[in-house]
């Protein structure tokens, strides 16, 4: 018995060794940098600090997102865990407040700050004399689901006086065969995985990894550039089932809503291939029904894209996430269809 534990505990150490030698001389080397290679390394999986926030992220964070390298973008995750700037909890007086809930569309991957559509709405809708903030709560990889529970659990405590929330072609396929990212995260707090896995993220080996990793991907898609952006393609009846799981999940997040006084709006986010057919798009069509039989504002800035499609409004040939000016048309079109009612809102404060 004494002989198995010392093969063991040998084995263990020459497993462990080189791990350790390997960790020490990337450290000595300036590892890790604190630039992280994954969106998802920013997620917060430390349960105390989560509960208190309101957002999904690290809080007070500053970082480097570097995938892939031509594309690399500065993140600022404020103290509630949110893309942005600092706010506080609930409004000051006066103020309007909107909430834009998505993907990684809404989060903004590969845009600094101020060229994420949250942020550039916000904007807009400020030039137009509006004292009105938009909280960007989107999440890499999310999809209704996610958005809701998020909504229901933590971000109407924002107070929001309008959510917005954007639609990827990608939506309805996310909610077959694979769990809420953020159940998922939920599930993890705390727990013995979530506390390992946030040790092998803070390490200079798993960068190295990442590093790694990202390299590989790169060489693979100029060998192949077909294998990187597709969508997975459902059974005619696997996308009747996630249309009416995705009507449902807006059903809930509607009802809460109306309960609060608070409005929905609805915005298709196109992407790259919209722009390269015509007339109406499948997804966008289905979305509008969707919306007008629930009374809900669809907003598409699809008509603006194909107008006049400059290369900047996504990122192709390297990834299909909205650039800088489809960031700043989708912007517009949601403050056309916001503007209005913020007036109409002051305009009934004002009377009272």
């Given at each position: 018995m004494g002989r198995r534990v010392t093969q063991a505990v040998l084995i263990l150490l020459l497993g462990?060794?080189?791990?350790?030698?390997?960790?020490a001389g990337l450290r000595v080397a300036g590892w890790p940098t604190g630039r992280v290679r994954t969106f998802g390394k920013l997620l917060n999986f430390e349960a105390e600090?989560?509960?208190?926030?309101v957002g999904m992220f690290h809080p007070s964070v500053r970082s480097t997102v570097m995938w892939p390298v031509e594309l690399s973008y500065q993140v600022q995750i404020n103290s509630l865990?949110?893309?942005g700037p600092e706010i506080e909890r609930t409004p000051p007086p006066g103020r309007t407040r909107v909430l834009a809930l998505g993907d990684s569309m809404t989060f903004g991957f590969?845009?600094?700050?101020?060229?994420?559509?949250p942020r550039q709405l916000e904007a807009e809708l400020r030039r137009s004399g509006a004292d009105v903030e938009v909280?960007?709560?989107?999440?890499?990889?999310?999809?209704i689901d996610s958005e809701t529970q998020f909504a229901l659990e933590r971000g109407l405590a924002l107070e929001p006086d309008h959510v917005v929330v954007g639609f990827c072609t990608n939506d309805p396929s996310d909610l077959i065969g694979q769990p809420g990212l953020y159940e998922s995260v939920k599930h993890s707090l705390g727990s013995a995985r979530g506390r390992f896995s946030a040790l092998v993220y803070s390490t200079a080996a798993y960068e190295l990894y990442l590093t790694a990793q990202v390299r590989f991907k790169q060489l693979r898609e100029r060998l192949d550039p077909r294998e990187p952006h597709a969508l997975r393609e459902l059974s005619p009846d696997e996308d009747a089932r996630a249309w009416q799981t995705y009507a449902g999940w807006i059903d809930r997040l509607q009802a809460a809503l109306h309960e609060r006084g608070s409005s929905l709006t609805?915005?298709?986010?196109?992407?790259?291939?919209?722009?390269?057919?015509?007339?109406?798009?499948?997804?966008e069509e289905q979305l509008r029904a969707l919306a007008e039989v629930r009374g809900i504002a669809f907003v598409s800035p699809l008509a603006a894209f194909r107008a006049d499609p400059v290369p900047a409004l996504h990122h192709m040939p390297i990834d299909p996430h909205l650039g800088v000016e489809g960031a700043r048309?989708?912007?517009?079109?949601?403050a056309a269809s916001l503007a209005p009612r913020l007036a109409q809102r002051s305009s009934g404060s004002a009377s009272r």
């Open positions: 462990v060794a080189p791990l350790v030698l390997l960790e600090s989560w509960r208190s926030a865990g949110l893309r590969y845009l600094e700050e101020d060229e994420t559509w909280v960007n709560a989107g999440v890499g990889g999310w999809s609805l915005v298709y986010l196109p992407n790259p291939e919209d722009l390269d057919r015509d007339g109406p798009m499948p997804m048309r989708v912007a517009r079109a949601v």
